[in-house]
């Protein structure tokens, strides 16, 4: 999926580049400011494919992701250079056994929030076109059940790690502008926290994250 995907932003790329390449330095400063909006799109959790993890990709959880962006942006000279921050929710989840770690690595657990703090860097395609790379860290939270037959326990995993992406932004009518973007997340560490507020030292995981989303906004 995700060579589908880069494959699909890059002909993009290309396209608005040879149907408006005059443009491209003389373009207003449309994507410049503080700006908020709303995402919604596909999301996927599965074991990472490196060296550190031992679970097979197969077992994963699909779902939407959901939430809300806040960034600033700002043109220099042919470039828009930006900071965001994003706070997310999913569906995804695994109803696997919970003494069962083989799905997914954690057991049975489902996607919490996400905390993600950034940057993007984008060139103007075209006046109303913005073609960005985008990339910093990203703090996930999955939500764990546990139960003996009687008693239900809660507790939660925090998972750190890092997002890198690529996306389209089109200026609409306005101050309006909507968005697709690519997201690829690798969390690294993980630290088990406990209903009563203590939690474990961190550990070492090898979680992937894949996620495609629209989103739609207003600059001020």
Not at 95 to 105: C, D, H, Q, R, V
Not at 140 to 155: C, F, H, I, K, Y
Request: neutral net charge; aromatic residues 8%; charged residues 20%.
């Amino acid at each position: 999926m995700r060579t589908l995907v880069l494959t699909a932003l890059a002909a993009a790329t290309a396209t608005a580049a040879l149907a408006a390449p005059a443009f491209a330095q003389d373009a207003p400063t449309t994507f410049t400011g503080p700006r908020a909006g709303v995402i919604l799109g596909y999301d996927r959790l599965q074991p990472g494919s490196g060296p550190d993890s031992d679970i097979s990709s197969d077992h994963k959880a699909d779902g939407l992701t959901y939430g809300g962006d806040v960034g600033y942006d700002a043109a220099i000279g042919g470039l828009v250079i930006g900071a965001e921050g994003e706070v997310t929710g999913s569906t995804s989840k695994v109803t696997n056994n919970p003494a069962n770690a083989a799905a997914l690595g954690y057991g049975r657990v489902k996607a919490g929030r996400d905390l993600y703090i950034g940057g993007r860097l984008g060139f103007r395609a075209a006046p109303s076109t913005l073609i960005y790379a985008k990339g910093g860290y990203t703090n996930q939270r999955l939500d764990l059940v546990a139960s003996n037959g009687t008693t239900e326990t809660g507790a939660h995993y925090n998972l750190d790690g890092y997002r890198l992406g690529a996306g389209v932004e089109q200026a609409l009518g306005g101050k309006a502008y909507a968005k697709i973007e690519y997201r690829y997340s690798n969390y690294g560490n993980a630290r088990l926290e406990y209903p009563n507020g203590a939690n474990t030292n961190n550990f070492d995981v090898d979680t992937d994250r894949h996620q495609v989303v629209a989103g739609v906004g207003i600059r001020f």
